[in-house]
T-cell receptor
Framework: DAGVIQSPRHEVTEMGQEVTLRCKPI?????LFWYRQTMMRGLELLIY????????DSGMPEDRFSAKMPNASFSTLKIQPSEPRDSAVYFC????????????FGQGTRLTVV | AQSVTQLDSQVPVFEEAPVELRCNYS??????LFWYVQYPNQGLQLLLK??????LVKGINGFEAEFNKSQTSFHLRKPSVHISDTAEYFC???????????FGTGTRLQVFP
């Protein structure tokens, strides 16, 4: 398997624009996570899905953020409208269901909002 | 709910010296504990994990960690570090019965020659 695949790797956008980040999890993994990494706050869990269903979105910072998982092989994180404070590295991770299992991370999307 | 505290944001150390990266957790349920490493411009990868049994866990690249239930700690150690160990290290906790994997804020290990 190619691992967790995220696109794009880098995104520069203007404030107010819509941004969509994409993730393809490892085949067979039932759980998918979106994290945001910043210097100030470290690695924050935004939302996670199990079997394509959102389980916990308590980490989503505002209504401007939304995430979907229409099928087992694809998820999106959307920010609309984007703001400069959304600039961060966004990671997608997947793992088999279960608290004992290891999470596998994508390479991340570095988002810059100017 | 679970939480993880990594008190040291940065740890500078000379090559071949020992190092300890501290991690404390809080949880109302039993947990599984993990250490991940992030090299520059990459995603995170698993170093080691504690699930049950022996409290001393050995991982990749010569790292080990010890689970201490009474102190709710899971400190990471290496007896002799190498320049290539320079990276960000994250402690993580997953409560039993959930899939929610929570990370600490990370510790940047900087190894100097």
């Amino acid at each position: 398997d190619a691992g967790v695949i995220q696109s794009p790797r880098h995104e520069v956008t203007e404030m107010g624009q819509e941004v969509t980040l994409r993730c393809k999890p490892i085949s067979g993994h039932n759980s998918l996570f979106w994290y945001r990494q910043t210097m100030m706050r470290g690695l924050e869990l935004l939302i996670y899905f199990n079997n394509n269903v959102p389980i916990d979105d308590s980490g989503m910072p505002e209504d401007r953020f939304s995430a979907k998982m229409p099928n087992a092989s694809f998820s999106t994180l959307k920010i609309q409208p984007s703001e400069p404070r959304d600039s961060a590295v966004y990671f997608c991770a997947s793992k088999p269901t279960g608290a004992r299992t290891e999470a596998f991370f994508g390479q991340g999307t570095r988002l810059t909002v100017v | 709910a679970q939480s993880v505290t990594q008190l040291d944001s940065q740890v500078p150390v000379f090559e071949e010296a020992p190092v300890e990266l501290r991690c404390n957790y809080s949880s109302s349920v039993s947990v599984y504990l993990f250490w991940y490493v992030q090299y520059p411009n990459q995603g995170l990868q698993l170093l080691l994990k504690y699930l049950s049994g022996s409290t001393l866990v050995k991982g990749i690249n010569g790292f080990e960690a010890e689970f201490n239930k009474s102190q709710t700690s899971f400190h990471l150690r290496k007896p002799s570090v190498h320049i290539s160990d320079t990276a960000e290290y994250f402690c993580a906790v997953n409560g039993r019965g959930t899939d929610k994997l929570i990370f600490g804020t990370g510790t940047r290990l900087q190894v100097f020659p």
